[in-house]
């Protein structure tokens, strides 16, 4: 089950880059206890992303135009993204 912040996540790179593949997935259970990693999770989460419009751009560049889009998750509940983009 996937929640509120994981659905936010997937619409916006969804709408933003009409991806081939995307799966978003929450490891905030991974950091439990660990600075940065709240009580009830939705704080961690690994991206993978095939797109097209993200293809023939640097890795740095990439990586500044998912956190474009999710500048919101990021400066909030977010505390970790990671990110696999092929």
Do not use: C, W, Y
């Amino acid at each position: 089950m996937s929640g509120e912040i994981q659905q936010r996540i997937e619409k916006k790179l969804r709408e933003a880059f009409a991806p081939e593949a995307l799966t978003v997935t929450d490891e905030s259970a991974l950091h439990a206890g660990h600075a940065g990693a709240p009580d009830g999770g939705q704080s961690h989460f690994h991206v993978e992303i095939r797109a097209a419009q993200l293809s023939g751009l640097s890795r740095l560049d990439r990586q500044r135009a998912i956190n474009r889009v999710l500048a919101d998750e990021l400066a909030g509940p977010v505390h970790a993204l990671r990110l696999t983009v092929k």
